[in-house]
T-cell receptor, first 113, second 115 residues
Framework: AQSVTQLDSQVPVFEEAPVELRCNYS??????LFWYVQYPNQGLQLLLK??????LVKGINGFEAEFNKSQTSFHLRKPSVHISDTAEYFC???????????FGTGTRLLVSP | GAGVSQTPSNKVTEKGKYVELRCDPI?????LYWYRQSLGQGPEFLIY????????DSGLPNDRFFAVRPEGSVSTLKIQRTERGDSAVYLC?????????????FGNGTRLTVT
């Protein structure tokens, strides 16, 4: 079985500052990793995914994430955030050969002026 | 093109009543998922369809919950004898195939409130 831990329930940050949202996973098999964003009153939108290959993955809206197998982590980063990045961010894992996507509890990113 | 559509967007029902939640996936997507998201939590897997059949229903909490996808497109999640603890946002997602190469596309969800 797979599981995801998002250590921070809420991350406040000022506009134009860098941000890192942490994600750790647990799995007995190889995994695919994802970050989704949920804006208020909207559905989940895929930010980026890691399937294989380069461990640094770039996504939409200037976000990137790095897969670290030894630390079983997939932290999300952005060098300079905007007010519009305020949203809930979910890390998710899927075991290769499986179809079930398992989500973490989410991190609320609050960007203030 | 249209995304995943879920109806109704909001549903209020009384404890003990029966409800149906509908999901229209992206045209051509063979895989369909139902998730439940309670306040302050991440989406929790309920059931996954590949075509018309339920390939994995391990997340359904009890036998009051049932889902169908009779023609391999639209799906209905059915909840019998609703309880206040069933209140949550029910999310539907679809994908074009198998595994990580076919990411899930989510609808906006149905917010169910059981009074």
């Amino acid at each position: 079985a797979q599981s995801v831990t998002q250590l921070d329930s809420q991350v406040p940050v000022f506009e134009e500052a860098p941000v890192e949202l942490r994600c750790n996973y647990s799995s007995s098999v190889s995994v695919y990793l994802f970050w989704y964003v949920q804006y208020p009153n909207q559905g989940l939108q895929l930010l980026l995914k890691y399937l294989s290959g380069s461990t640094l993955v770039k996504g939409i809206n200037g976000f990137e994430a790095e897969f670290n197998k030894s630390q079983t982590s997939f932290h999300l980063r952005k060098p300079s955030v905007h007010i519009s990045d305020t949203a809930e961010y979910f890390c998710a894992v899927m075991g290769t050969g499986f179809q079930k996507l398992v989500f973490g509890t989410g991190t609320r990113l609050l960007v203030s002026p | 093109g249209a995304g995943v559509s879920q109806t109704p967007s909001n549903k209020v029902t009384e404890k003990g009543k029966y409800v149906e939640l509908r999901c229209d996936p992206i045209s051509g997507h063979t895989a369909l998922y139902w998730y439940r998201q309670s306040l302050g939590q991440g989406p929790e897997f309920l059931i996954y369809f590949q075509g018309t059949g339920a390939a994995d229903d391990s997340g359904l909490p009890n036998d009051r919950f049932f889902a169908v996808r009779p023609e391999g497109s639209v799906s209905t999640l059915k909840i019998q004898r609703t309880e206040r603890g069933d209140s949550a946002v029910y999310l539907c997602a679809s994908s074009s195939g198998h595994g990580g190469n076919s990411p899930l596309h989510f609808g906006n969800g149905t917010r169910l409130t059981v009074t």
